[in-house]
């Protein structure tokens, strides 16, 4: 063979290692957007179901997605009051957000998550609902007396957006316009806070009565992990007591808790909880009185040092405390003064967790 030929058979075999890799790369990146790509799929045909059903297709997705879940921002149509912005309880466990709203006893909820695969959603109807391609996004859309919706997904996420009462379908769009997808935004470090709760007539029933909703208050904030991390225990049994059992999760030493006893049978029981996966600490449904003038039975009080709430009825009282990176809650269910129940979670040390 010539050196003509060879080469000539040279440059032959390498073009055709090119067209082949290239031809390789095609179908990887074919196949590859074909699995990554996402849509919501009607199933309330194949179910037993009194309202309409989604499933997410999604076959890309992972089995539990990124911790924490990027959050994509969201400003509201004008004229809605924000109750709970999910940015003050985005922290470094977050899979799922929820921000809330309302405006003339009209409460709205959307909330975002990971879109699992072969995940269902339920809608608040049946067979009511259109869909819209709106900003390159298919959105079921509807429209009840009682309750609208939309949802839809943003790559992967899956979004939810519900409202208590008739709303349109631009009005629906509206809020999904108000959703910035291109910019998602991660926790922001910032120290635990107490965020007040609501209570919100939204609507009324049938027979007239009034339809409320209500958010408990609950601790917000993702504070940096302490170098040299403690736990609040009592050093013995406080006076009366006796030690019944202590408890400690399985999840990163998340939470730590240790129950007494008194002679009259009453728990007392001693918490400590850092991170959860919704909030950044165990939600602190603080407990509440049909009184409408007093619904969240609460007081601010100081522990330690440090900033708390108090819970006090005659048969029940409730104290939580903020420490640096986590919260102290202690419940007696006994009869218990106020002044008491502070003077126990005086009686607390720190001690190395």
Same mark, same amino acid.
């Given at each position: %063979?010539?050196?003509?030929?060879?080469?000539?058979?040279?440059?032959?075999?390498?073009?055709?290692?090119?067209?082949?890799?290239?031809? @390789?790369?095609?179908?990887?990146?074919?196949?590859?957007?074909?699995?990554?790509?996402?849509?919501?799929?009607?199933?309330?045909?194949?179910?037993?179901?009194?309202?309409?059903?989604?499933?997410?297709?999604?076959?890309?997705?992972?089995?539990?997605?990124?911790?924490?879940?990027?959050?994509?921002?969201?400003?509201?149509?004008?004229?809605?009051?924000?109750?709970?912005?999910?940015?003050?309880?985005?922290?470094?466990?977050?899979?799922?957000?929820?921000?809330?709203?309302?405006?003339?006893?009209?409460?709205?909820?959307?909330?975002?998550?990971?879109?699992?695969?072969?995940?269902?959603?339920?809608?608040?109807?049946?067979?009511?609902?259109?869909?819209?391609?709106?900003?390159?996004?298919?959105?079921?859309?509807?429209?009840?007396?009682?309750?609208?919706?939309?949802?839809?997904?943003?790559?992967?996420?899956?979004?939810?957006?519900?409202?208590?009462?008739? %709303?349109?379908?631009?009005?629906?769009?509206? #809020?999904?316009?108000?959703?910035?997808?291109?910019?998602?935004?991660?926790?922001?470090?910032?120290?635990?806070?107490? @965020?007040?709760?609501?209570?919100?007539?939204?609507?009324?029933?049938?027979?007239?009565?009034?339809?409320?909703?209500?958010?408990?208050?609950?601790?917000?904030?993702?504070?940096?992990?302490?170098? /040299?991390?403690?736990?609040?225990?009592?050093?013995?049994?406080?006076?009366?007591?006796?030690?019944?059992?202590?408890?400690?999760?399985?999840?990163?030493?998340?939470?730590?808790?240790?129950?007494?006893?008194?002679?009259?049978?009453?728990?007392?029981?001693?918490? /400590?909880?850092?991170?959860?996966?919704?909030?950044?600490?165990?939600?602190?449904?603080?407990?509440?009185? /049909?009184?409408?003038?007093? #619904?969240?039975?609460?007081?601010?009080?100081?522990?330690?040092?440090?900033?708390?709430?108090?819970?006090?009825?005659?048969?029940?009282?409730?104290?939580? #405390?903020?420490?640096?990176?986590?919260?102290?809650?202690?419940?007696?269910?006994?009869?218990?003064?106020?002044?008491?129940? @502070?003077?126990?979670?005086?009686?607390?040390?720190?001690?190395?967790?």
């Amino acid at each position: %063979m010539t050196k003509k030929k060879k080469k000539l058979l040279w440059i032959l075999i390498s073009v055709g290692v090119v067209v082949i890799a290239a031809g @390789v790369a095609l179908i990887f990146w074919l196949t590859r957007e074909e699995e990554l790509q996402a849509f919501l799929l009607d199933v309330s045909a194949y179910d037993n179901v009194t309202n309409s059903v989604l499933k997410v297709n999604n076959p890309g997705a992972d089995s539990e997605g990124p911790t924490p879940l990027p959050r994509y921002p969201a400003s509201a149509p004008e004229g809605y009051e924000q109750l709970r912005d999910s940015a003050d309880f985005a922290n470094r466990y977050s899979t799922s957000y929820q921000d809330v709203y309302c405006r003339e006893n009209q409460m709205v909820y959307l909330s975002q998550s990971y879109a699992r695969d072969q995940q269902q959603v339920d809608l608040l109807t049946y067979a009511h609902f259109e869909t819209v391609q709106f900003g390159g996004r298919e959105v079921f859309c509807y429209t009840e007396d009682e309750y609208s919706g939309a949802v839809w997904l943003d790559g992967d996420h899956l979004m939810e957006l519900l409202v208590y009462g008739t %709303m349109e379908r631009d009005d629906l769009l509206a #809020w999904v316009a108000g959703v910035d997808n291109q910019n998602p935004v991660e926790p922001a470090t910032r120290p635990l806070e107490f @965020v007040p709760g609501y209570r919100i007539q939204a609507g009324t029933y049938e027979d007239g009565t009034p339809r409320w909703e209500m958010e408990f208050t609950s601790i917000a904030g993702n504070p940096a992990p302490s170098d /040299n991390p403690t736990q609040r225990v009592f050093s013995q049994a406080p006076e009366g007591f006796t030690l019944q059992e202590e408890m400690q999760d399985s999840w990163e030493g998340q939470y730590f808790g240790w129950e007494y006893q008194d002679t009259g049978g009453n728990r007392l029981t001693l918490e /400590n909880w850092t991170f959860s996966d919704y909030n950044p600490v165990h939600t602190i449904s603080i407990w509440w009185s /049909n009184d409408d003038d007093n #619904w969240e039975n609460t007081s601010p009080v100081t522990v330690n040092g440090r900033e708390g709430r108090l819970y006090h009825q005659e048969d029940a009282s409730e104290l939580v #405390w903020l420490e640096e990176d986590y919260v102290v809650h202690l419940t007696y269910e006994g009869s218990a003064t106020p002044e008491q129940m @502070v003077a126990w979670g005086e009686q607390t040390m720190l001690q190395p967790r």
